[in-house]
């Protein structure tokens, strides 16, 4: 079946270090969307990517990075600049914004 | 700016009752609106979504919204609620930046209990 593989589920890092979390769609989906969610705050768009090869900032994307080097996979590196990298971040992808998203299940990240 | 505005930050139904939540949206054009579904630790499920024709949709799990342009709201109606029917849920309006690409915007989302 199609869909979007978010790994890992739970993610334990230590202040200061970096951290990829890995996003995967088999749906042949053009966009894919970088989500942070924190309690009581919605979604905030941290970066989105519309083709391969190019990606751009969402409203809070200081702190973190991306690439796309292939259409199927769009990983977030949360770097150590990041000052409050505690959270759930949801991947999604969609053929175009109108359709909708496809969502991941998410990555909950804790730095300790 | 579009925006997406839910007001209820928690909402309490009996089982059995009806519910309505409620959205706002801030937009210039005729938007492109959605409810999504999201259980405890799980990503969000699409509901419905609301783009042009008919201003009453149905989605899945026995949801319904309609789309008033008058009054900027895209509320959420179910004539019935099961316990599984607790949740969270956001409402969501696409944000263009030219052409075909853009990106959601969401609320910052209803939590649903349901009390038996």
């Known amino acids: 079946d199609g869909g979007i593989t978010q790994s890992p589920k739970y993610l334990f890092r230590k202040e200061g270090q970096n951290v990829t979390l890995s996003c995967e769609q088999n749906?042949?989906?053009?966009?894919m969307y970088w989500y942070r969610q924190d309690p009581g705050q919605g979604l905030r768009l941290i970066y989105y990517s519309q083709i391969v090869n190019d990606f751009q900032k969402g409203d809070i994307a200081e702190g973190y990075s991306v690439s796309r080097e292939k259409k199927e996979s769009f990983p977030l590196t949360v770097t150590s600049a990041q000052k409050n990298p505690t959270a759930f971040y949801l991947c999604a992808s969609s053929p175009e914004p109108a359709h909708g998203y496809t969502f991941g299940s998410g990555t909950r990240l804790t730095v300790v | 700016a579009q925006s997406v505005t839910q007001p209820d930050i928690h909402i309490t139904v009996s089982e059995g009752a009806s519910l309505e939540l409620r959205c706002n949206y801030s937009y210039g054009a005729t938007p492109y609106l959605f409810w999504y579904v999201q259980s405890p630790g799980q990503g969000l499920q699409l509901l419905l979504k609301?783009?042009?024709?008919?201003?009453l949709v149905q989605g899945i799990k026995g949801f319904e919204a309609e789309f008033k342009r008058s009054q900027s709201s895209f509320n959420l109606r179910k004539p019935s609620v099961h316990w599984s029917d607790a949740a969270e849920y956001f409402c969501a309006v696409v944000r263009y930046y030219g052409g075909s690409q853009g990106n959601l915007i969401f609320g910052k989302g209803t939590k649903l209990s349901v009390k038996p």
């Open positions: 609301y783009f042009s024709g008919d201003t």
């Open positions: 749906l042949n989906h053009d966009a």
